[in-house]
C-alpha cells in the first residue's frame, strides 16, 4: 500500500517550479522596491518580496526534508528487507524442499559418477545454498526448473531432461 502522503515525481518538479518562480518574484520585487522613489510604495514592494522570499525559503526547506525523508526510508527499506507473510514463507519452504528432492534425484541417477564424492556433504551444501537464495525476492519468480538446472550445474551434473542427460548411456544394471 502506497503512503497517500508521499510526493510524487511530478508532485516534486511543480515543487521545483514554484520555488523558481518565487525566487524570481521576491528578486523582482526587491529590484523595484529599491528603484521606487516613493517610500511607502518601496516599503509595500519590500513587504511583498519578504513575504515571496520567505515563501521560496519554505519551498526549499520542504524539499530538503523530502529529500531527507526518501533517503531515510531508502536505508531502511535497504537495512531491513520485507518480512514475509507465514504463506510466504512456507511457498519459499515448498520450492526449497521441491528443488532439493530434485537435485538428489540427480544425485541417485549418477551416484556411478558420484562414488568418490560426499554425496552428503554435497546435499548439505545444496540446502544452505537454497536456504541462502531462499532469503532473496525474486527466489520464487525464477522457475523451478531453471533453480534445478542451475543447481546441477553447480555438482557438474546435468539437469533433468537436458540434452546431455538424454545422450547418456542407458543405466544396464
Same mark, same amino acid.
Given at each position: 500500500m502506497s503512503d497517500p502522503l508521499a510526493i510524487t515525481?511530478?508532485?516534486?518538479e511543480g515543487l521545483a517550479r +514554484? %520555488?523558481? #518562480?518565487?525566487?524570481?518574484l521576491a528578486t523582482r520585487l526587491s529590484e523595484r522596491a529599491l528603484e521606487e522613489p516613493d517610500v511607502d510604495a518601496a516599503?509595500? +514592494? %519590500?513587504? #511583498?518580496s519578504e513575504r515571496v522570499a520567505r515563501g521560496y525559503r519554505q519551498s526549499l526547506l520542504l524539499k530538503s526534508r523530502l529529500k531527507?525523508?526518501?533517503?531515510v526510508a531508502q536505508r531502511e527499506a535497504a537495512a531491513h528487507p520485507a518480512?514475509?507473510?507465514?504463506?510466504?514463507q512456507a511457498r519459499v519452504n515448498q520450492r526449497i524442499r521441491e528443488v532439493h528432492a530434485a537435485v538428489e534425484r540427480v544425485f541417485e541417477?549418477?551416484?556411478?559418477?558420484l562414488a568418490d564424492e560426499d554425496v552428503d556433504d554435497m546435499l548439505v551444501f545444496l540446502m544452505d545454498t537454497l536456504e541462502e537464495e531462499g532469503h532473496g525476492d525474486g527466489f520464487l519468480a525464477e522457475p523451478i526448473e531453471a533453480q534445478v538446472a542451475r543447481m546441477c550445474e553447480t555438482f557438474g551434473l546435468p539437469a533433468p531432461g537436458s540434452a546431455t542427460e538424454a545422450a547418456?548411456?542407458?543405466?544396464?544394471?
Open positions: 515525481d511530478e508532485e516534486a +514554484l %520555488a523558481q #518562480a518565487q525566487l524570481r516599503c509595500h +514592494l %519590500a513587504r #511583498a531527507r525523508d526518501r533517503d518480512v514475509r507473510t507465514p504463506q510466504q541417477e549418477h551416484a556411478e559418477a547418456a548411456p542407458p543405466d544396464t544394471s
